[in-house]
């Protein structure tokens, strides 16, 4: 079993910059293949970004390419998502996930473990 919480959401107005945080526990991090989605009112949760265990691998959704940047800390066992330049349309739910196959890419059925989730929202 993995847990995972995330931390970091809150209140921005447009342009402005959020960092979230996923922390890890029950398996060895460096071996899970982590992702984040995010699912707004009324819509599908979608696919934002994922990245390998080793953090050479990533991944971006063309909505969020050049604007959000996935990093993860194997010896912290700490996912991370910095945003930066948001729009209102990026407010939404946004979920930590972590897969033990390492051929989990951008479908949400690849992945084992989810968090509860943090909301963020931006005003414009």
């Known amino acids: 079993q993995v847990q995972l919480v995330e931390s970091g959401g809150g209140l921005v107005q447009a342009g402005g910059s959020l960092r979230l945080s996923c922390a890890a526990s029950?398996?060895?991090?460096?071996?899970?293949?982590m992702a984040w989605f995010r699912q707004a009112p009324g819509k599908e949760r979608e696919f934002v970004t994922m990245?390998?265990?080793?953090?050479?691998?990533?991944s971006y959704d063309d909505s969020v390419k050049g604007r959000f940047t996935i990093s993860r800390d194997n010896a912290k066992d700490t996912l991370y998502l910095q945003m930066n330049s948001l729009k209102p349309e990026d407010t939404a739910v946004y979920y930590c996930?972590?897969?033990?196959?390492?051929?989990?890419?951008?479908?949400?059925?690849?992945?084992?473990?989810w968090g509860k989730g943090t909301q963020v929202t931006v005003s414009s």
């Open positions: 996930a972590a897969s033990q196959s390492v051929a989990a890419f951008k479908s949400r059925w690849e992945y084992d473990y």
């Open positions: 029950g398996r060895t991090f460096s071996s899970l293949v």
């Open positions: 990245i390998g265990w080793s953090g050479e691998v990533t």
